[in-house]
């Protein structure tokens, strides 16, 4: 059981790119989120998912576009990476009392 | 919207004190608060996770309370030591409607000195 994974762990975009942050559960657990953590703003909710094939945003979502196909993967992806998007990212999964678990985070850079 | 408010932002205790840390937040209509520690440069690890209809938890030398109706947390660590030494971060998870969302406080970076 290997809980929430995230890859890569460290990632360096030129502005302009784009890449998929993959996050992976195996708890079988239908809701899985999508957080940001900058200094001095917290961790603050991106996007969030209740179960495959339904998403909804949260309180930063502009820049970034997710979809569930399954219920193990809710992949994030950065369609034209800006330096504001410079940040750690943190995947999340929960249980049926909403319990959440957290994945590694990816640090991710953006020149 | 819902703020979640945690006081100090900064704390620092010798070694075999105990100590309460503070989290308060501004809608009373929370499904479920959750504690959090957080390492430098690591992510994540939930500690207590106390549900609307409860008062406590505890584990260990942690105990987490939650007075919903006033919209405070506490929790308390006894016999700190220097491996509690981390940011410790309160969440509160709303289920309402369609909407599931969790939001965090700012932390409270503790420092246990030997």
């Known amino acids: 059981n290997a809980g929430v994974t995230q890859t890569p762990k460290f990632q360096v975009l030129k502005t302009g790119q784009s890449m998929t942050l993959q996050c992976a559960q195996d708890?079988?657990?239908?809701?899985m989120s999508w957080y940001r953590q900058d200094p001095g703003m917290g961790l603050r909710l991106i996007h969030y998912?209740?179960?495959?094939?339904?998403?909804d945003q949260g309180e930063v979502p502009n820049g970034y576009n997710v979809s569930r196909s399954t219920t193990e993967d809710f992949p994030l992806r950065l369609l034209s990476a800006a330096p504001s998007q410079t940040s750690v990212y943190f995947c999340?999964?929960?249980?049926?009392?909403?319990?959440?678990?957290f994945g590694p985070g990816t640090r991710l850079t953006v020149t | 919207k819902q703020e979640v408010t945690q006081i100090p932002a900064a704390l620092s205790v010798p070694e075999g004190e105990n100590l309460v840390l503070n989290c308060s937040f501004t809608?009373?209509?929370?499904?479920?608060l959750q504690w959090f520690r957080q390492d430098p440069g690591k992510g994540l690890t939930s500690l207590l996770l106390?549900?609307?209809?409860?008062r406590e938890q505890t584990s260990g030398r942690l105990n987490a309370s939650l007075d919903k109706s006033s919209g405070r947390s506490t929790l308390y660590i006894a016999a700190s030591q220097p491996g509690d030494s981390a940011t410790y971060l309160c969440a509160v998870f709303i289920s309402s409607g369609s909407a599931r969302q969790l939001t965090f406080g700012s932390g409270t970076q503790l420092t246990v000195l030997p």
């Open positions: 998912s209740v179960g495959a094939g339904i998403t």
């Open positions: 708890m079988n657990h239908e809701y």
């Open positions: 809608d009373s209509a929370i499904y479920n």
């Open positions: 999340a999964s929960s249980s049926s009392v909403y319990e959440q678990y």
């Open positions: 106390i549900q609307s209809s409860q």
